[in-house]
């Protein structure tokens, strides 16, 4: 605490959340909740379907318990503290305040990354089935899901420590229900330039290649189905990514629009766009990796049977 008390007057910050007027807190306190109990739901029966049938054992699956893993612990970040600002104090510590931007970063590039594996995955499927076994080997999945959990905390740690040096003097309120990069800059009496540029270059470096590696695994599986001549075969083939592309311009679209803009444009309109990556995505993903996937349904029908008494 000693740092923080040379480099800033502020202590705490004010999450002013959705909306200031009392009458909907607990309303949207309701809403959140029943958003974050279907979230935690449904991405653990996910990670149990998948993991007690053994015709789930594959790469494709095995990523997807991450990714749902991932999910939790992402919401979980987020959601039980509106709860707790829609009820009570809006206030968060400064050190809590950069401990959950750190989080949100790590744990929303992981999503990102593990994304690309995801994509990489089907590449593989569709464009070279015959050495698919041997590409994706376990050793190689746990060394490609390694990769994504890892890399991201360096980018978050990077952000955060620079953060870190920007002075807080005289408004602590902060305009949105998360502390996120643009609206902590916005609160700075101090140079912020570094941590713009920064952000401006690293951070849109960091989150375009990720993007462009799903699309160039995507322009190269279209072009690999086009050449399957019957057209089962082509539905068959693209029903298998139908449910990753979705995810994908669902995530990625909400997170350009927020991140990829200057910091004075950042207005409170943007909060319904990080509700759709942060939160929204998250509760999703269960439902439309599920809804066309037949042996995920066969999956969990198999882990609701087995509960039964």
């Not at 800033?8 to 007027?21: C, H, M, P, Q, Y």
């Not at 952000?199 to 189905?225: D, H, K, N, R």
């Not at 910091?263 to 929204?280: E, G, K, P």
């Not at 993903?285 to 996937?293: E, K, Q």
Request: include cysteine; glycine fraction near 2%.
């Amino acid at each position: 605490m000693e740092r923080l008390n040379q480099t800033s007057s502020v202590s705490e910050f004010i999450l002013l959340g959705l909306s200031s007027r009392p009458e909907d807190q607990k309303p949207l306190f309701i809403l959140f909740l029943i958003i974050y109990l279907v979230t935690i739901t449904g991405n653990l029966l996910i990670i149990l379907a998948i993991h007690s049938d053994s015709q789930l054992q594959t790469p494709m699956y095995f990523f997807l318990s991450f990714l749902s893993f991932i999910d939790i612990c992402f919401t979980t970040t987020i959601v039980p503290r509106m709860l707790v600002n829609f009820l009570s104090h809006k206030t968060i510590s400064y050190a809590g305040c950069l401990t959950q931007m750190y989080f949100i970063y790590a744990l929303g590039n992981t999503d990102s990354w593990l994304l690309v594996v995801m994509a990489f995955d089907r590449y593989v499927a569709i464009c070279d089935p015959f050495h698919y076994v041997t590409i994706m080997s376990h050793h190689r999945c746990v060394l490609l899901v390694t990769f994504s959990c890892s890399l991201p905390h360096l980018h978050s740690l990077l952000h955060t420590l620079l953060l870190n040096q920007v002075t807080f003097c005289d408004s602590n309120i902060i305009h949105h229900f998360l502390c996120d990069f643009s609206p902590l800059v916005k609160l700075s009496c101090s140079s912020t330039f570094i941590n713009e540029i920064m952000m401006m270059i690293e951070g849109s470096v960091f989150l375009v290649t990720p993007f462009l590696c799903i699309t160039f695994s995507y322009i190269q599986i279209l072009l690999a189905v086009l050449k399957i001549p019957s057209a089962a075969g082509k539905r068959k083939a693209f029903s298998t990514c139908g449910s990753h592309l979705t995810v994908v311009t669902l995530f990625y679209g909400s997170i350009f629009y927020v991140y990829l803009q200057p910091v004075s444009t950042y207005t409170v309109r943007d909060h319904m766009a990080t509700i759709v990556y942060t939160v929204l995505t998250s509760t999703l993903n269960p439902f439309i990796y599920s809804l066309r996937n037949t042996d995920l349904k066969q999956g969990l029908r198999k882990l609701v049977v087995r509960w039964k008494p």
